[in-house]
DNA sequence: GTAGTTGCAAAAGTTTTGCACGTAC
DNA sequence: GTACGTGCAAAACTTTTGCAACTAC
């Protein structure tokens, strides 16, 4: 964890890394909001400040160590970027799985030999909408 | 354009002919605001009220006639849901290029047999982004 | 005539910013 | 010691809502 933010040139900060630890605990994307309540729940500290929690999660974007993932709500969801995996949301009950293919990446490496007008993909966004089991 | 709002059980009124025209002119997916700077240019109308255009987004995205975009931006973008396209931006210029591909609708079909709590898809937003040649 | 639609103004929610103080290195 | 990071408060920006007036049908 402290190694990730040194690699970057981050200062070791404890509210990056109470950041950090917040989303490594964390099975889902979490918002701004989220994090913020979290981070009061711990009783060493009385909550890190909202301002700190955005500027915090605006570096640590640009910087890859997390990435936006698009639920097409309101507020922005961010999840560590390590691992590389996309979901399936529930439209009724929000439940999310995450899932990976090796079809789709090999599929979407395709898309980009196929334009004109572009030369290289960096990344993508991938989210599926449907029903679970439980909901259909 | 009025078909498609009968078809949908919408009254005809120019706040809405308006706005589904200014996406039919434009190439890429708009915001909210993008919708009120273009509605006021029109010399017909003074401006539909940034209200009614809000209300008028979530509504059509609800039935279908517009989908959200996700370009990992603060606001959120809607283009009309008639073609099934997905984007390319470029992370420096921020040139948009459309794409479809077989291949990748192919093995998104794939994903939902592999999913062990979920039945089915019904919607997914896939956003590339990377360099279009001018900027690599 | 009536249900549905709109404008306006106010409010709610999300994110950014300036500045003084604090801290990692 | 210095450059960078944080807290606080204010502001900016995006979106929603209540209500009265209006309009499509």
Redesign the interface.
Same mark, same amino acid.
């Not at 007008?117 to 089991?133: A, M």
């Given at each position: 964890m402290e190694d990730l933010l040194k690699e970057k040139g981050y200062k070791i900060t404890p509210a990056r890394l109470a950041i950090l630890n917040v989303f490594a605990k964390s099975k889902l994307p979490l918002t701004a909001e989220d994090i913020c309540k979290e981070l009061k729940k711990d009783k060493n500290n009385r909550g890190i400040n909202e301002a700190t929690v955005y500027r915090t999660l605006t570096s640590f974007v640009e910087d890859h160590i997390l990435k936006?993932v +698009?639920f097409?709500k &309101?507020s !922005?969801y961010f999840e560590l970027t390590d691992e590389h995996h996309h979901h %399936?949301t529930?439209?009724k009950c929000e439940?999310v &799985?995450d899932?990976e $293919?090796k +079809? @789709?990446e090999? !599929?979407?490496g395709? @898309? @980009?030999r196929? $334009?004109s007008? =572009? %030369?290289?993909?960096? +990344?993508? $966004?991938? &989210?599926? =909408?449907?029903?679970?089991?439980k909901c $259909?």
């Open positions: 936006r +698009d097409r &309101e !922005a %399936i529930c439209i439940t &799985e899932f $293919s +079809d @789709v090999k !599929a979407l395709g @898309v @980009v196929n $334009s007008r =572009f %030369i290289s993909i960096q +990344d993508h $966004s991938l &989210e599926l =909408f449907g029903f679970c089991k $259909s």
